[in-house]
């Protein structure tokens, strides 16, 4: 997963993720922005689950919600969620492709994402 961080012509912190995880540049710059308080909650229950004291956590924003399990990360846009069930959304033969709605990871690297995130900010 390749990622560049910068900011904006505004002075926005904005991310650029490699093709197939463009939907997490959009959640970080739109949803999680330089909000370090829920950064740090998210890192937190990233750590819970690598504890195994969670076996997943979901966070609901604005546009985007954040589902994490013990292995995986995935963001989904809620206008994607509206449309379709989760369980159609996982099904093979779901026949559209629209890297900026969806995108998943494992979590190791999305927790290691995070992180630069964080420093960058």
Known sequence: MDYRFFYNERQIPTARLSMDHEAFGLWLSDELGNNKEQLDVILQAIGQLEAGA?????WQGRDFLLH???EDAEVTALTLLQEYSLEELEGEDLDFYDSESRAACGLEDFKDLLI???DFL
């Open 116 to 118: 630069e995130w964080r």
């Open 68 to 70: 994490l399990t013990r």
């Open 54 to 58: 969670q076996r997943e956590y979901q």
